[in-house]
Structures are given as C-alpha cells and as structure tokens.
C-alpha cells in the first residue's frame, strides 16, 4: 500500500488538498449529459462495472452492481454507485479512498455490460361501464388510440332494449380530485337521426353510461337477469311469467301474459302474494278491473321477483 505511514497533520493536509482539487471537478462529474452533449449512462443494480485504482492495483472490483446499488471494495466495504455517472462515481470512491488513506486516489470505472431495461408494461385499455335499459349491459373496453362514439358503444352493448328511453341517455364522470360526480346528458335520438349531434362528448376512462327506461324504475335496469312471477287461478295461462331486464314489472302486463282473464275470473279481487328476504309473507288483494277497463294506470302495482298472483273465481249464482 502506497504512502500509508503519514502523520495525523501530513495525513489532514493531503486530505483538504485531495478534496479542494476534487471539488473542483465536482460541477461536472455528477452532471447526467457527457461533454458532446449525449447523455451520459447511469450506474443501476445490475450492471457489470471494472473498478481499479492506479496507485494501489489491490483496489479493484469487477462483478455486477448489487441490488441495492452497491459494489464491494477494499476499504470501504460496501460503496454505492448505483444512480451516479461514471465521473461522479470516480470521484466519490476517490474522495473516500483519499479520506485518512491515500494522498492521491486515481479511481477509473469501466461499464462491461448495461443490464437492459425491461420495457414498461402495457397501459390496460380504458373502461366504461354500461348499464340500463340496454341489450348486453357490462364493460366496454375503450380503443388504445382514437375515441369511441356513442354509436359505436351502442352497438358493442347490443344495442338498446324495445322499452329503452334514448332521449334520456347519459354519462356519469368523476373528475379526478372533483367532490360530486357530473352528469352528461346524451340524446340517442340525435345520434341515429343522421343529423350532425351539436356537441360530441368522447368517453373517457371510468364513464357510467345509462340509459333509462321509459318509465321502468332505476333499479330494474342494474342486471341483466329476467324477473319471474307465478299466476295461477282465473287465467287462460296459468304458469311462470317472465319480465325481460329492465322491461316494466306490472300487474297489469302479467294479466296480459297470461293470455288475460277467462270469464269467470274476479278481476277486482286479485291477491297478490310477497315473500320478503327475511320470509315475511304480505297479501295485497288489487282491484285489476279498475286498473285495465277502468283506465287508472297510475294505479297499477309494480311486481318483485318471486312474487305469486291468484286470480280467484267470482261467485256465480244458479
């Protein structure tokens, strides 16, 4: 080893000299752009570096940066070049190697093999989530380039159900950092009149897109699933009714379905049997012929999954 029997105050002021000259570089050393402008390569975990230094050959290293960014050497143990350029990693292992050891430290670095960067991974595509009165509600993958337009979302869903409201169409958005979501009207009708819409709004990532029913409740049109009632009795289809989603659930259209009601039925006594989800049982007597021969819709009763309709016989008298 050279030089290593100096005093404490020889050793001090080979160390402030070491130091001033090293400063001097620093400016440029931990610059990341070489001189002709390229950029300069960074040491990472994982490269495979040649330390050596010209006074002392027993300083030396060849092997691969750690993976926490550090390389074994005498001395000074571990020592940390990952992130640092060539010239700034030379200076910093001189810098340690001149601190109470060396007067002078000549440290080169040699770069043997770049560890490739692995490629960034694939950005998912873009979501939008379709529910309502539509054919195939569930997840519309946006393209990766370009937008999609509502005609082209329309037609990915199946396009819209019979009972569908396209004039009541809209888009629910949550800015990113906003409190409340926003509310985008989106008139179907406009779309497939061919007439030119007055404003185009592009869906973006996490858009809600709804389309209601015409007069269905909200949450009728959430799933795809077919609703199932049971009517038995005074009927000239007695049997399992069953209610497209998102299609309006009414007394009414169940009477229709079963092929109405035959002449002896008690149109204004129709019970109406519901089991609750804890098992409570309720009975509901309805006046039916006041709904249909009378006109009242407003009075008609909106069905639930699971629900049974008898339709007793009336009196008859001999």
């Avoid at 050393?29 to 994982?46: E, S, W």
């Avoid at 888009?171 to 008139?187: F, M, N, S, W």
């Amino acid at each position: 080893m050279a030089s290593t029997s100096l005093s404490g105050a020889q050793r001090r002021g080979w160390f402030s000299g070491c130091r001033a000259v090293l400063g001097t570089l620093a400016l440029s050393a931990v610059a990341a752009f070489a001189l002709d402008g390229t950029q300069a390569i960074v040491f990472g975990p994982g490269d495979t570096v040649r330390v050596s230094m010209a006074e002392d050959p027993e300083v030396a290293y060849e092997g691969a940066i750690s993976a926490i960014g550090t390389i074994p050497l005498p001395y000074l143990r571990e020592f940390r070049i990952a992130g640092m350029t060539r010239e700034a990693a030379e200076q910093a292992i001189s810098e340690a190697l001149c601190k109470d050891l060396y007067q002078k430290a000549t440290v080169s670095i040699a770069l043997l093999a770049k560890l490739p960067v692995p490629p960034e991974p694939p950005k998912p595509p873009g979501k939008v989530y379709a529910y309502g009165a539509i054919t195939k509600p569930g997840v519309v993958l946006l393209p990766e380039q370009g937008q999609i337009t509502a005609m082209q979302l329309v037609s990915e869903i199946g396009g819209l159900t019979s009972w569908a409201a396209p004039q009541k169409a809209y888009i629910i958005r949550q800015e990113v950092g906003a409190e409340t979501a926003e509310k985008i009207p989106v008139d179907l009708t406009v779309v497939f009149s061919g007439e030119a819409p007055k404003t185009v709004v592009p869906f973006r990532d996490g858009d809600v897109f709804f389309v209601p029913g015409q007069t269905a409740a909200a949450g009728q049109l959430m799933t795809n699933d077919e609703c199932q009632v049971i009517i038995v009795g005074e009927v000239n289809a007695p049997g399992i009714i069953r209610f497209a989603s998102g299609e309006q659930r009414t007394m009414m259209r169940a009477i229709f379905k079963a092929a109405g009601f035959t002449k002896f039925a008690k149109d204004k006594g129709v019970r109406l049997i519901r089991y609750s989800g804890d098992g409570a049982r309720s009975e509901q007597v309805i006046n039916v012929s006041e709904i249909i021969d009378g006109g009242f819709l407003e009075k008609d009763v909106e069905l639930q999954p699971g629900d049974m309709i008898i339709v007793p016989q009336k009196a008859i008298n001999f």
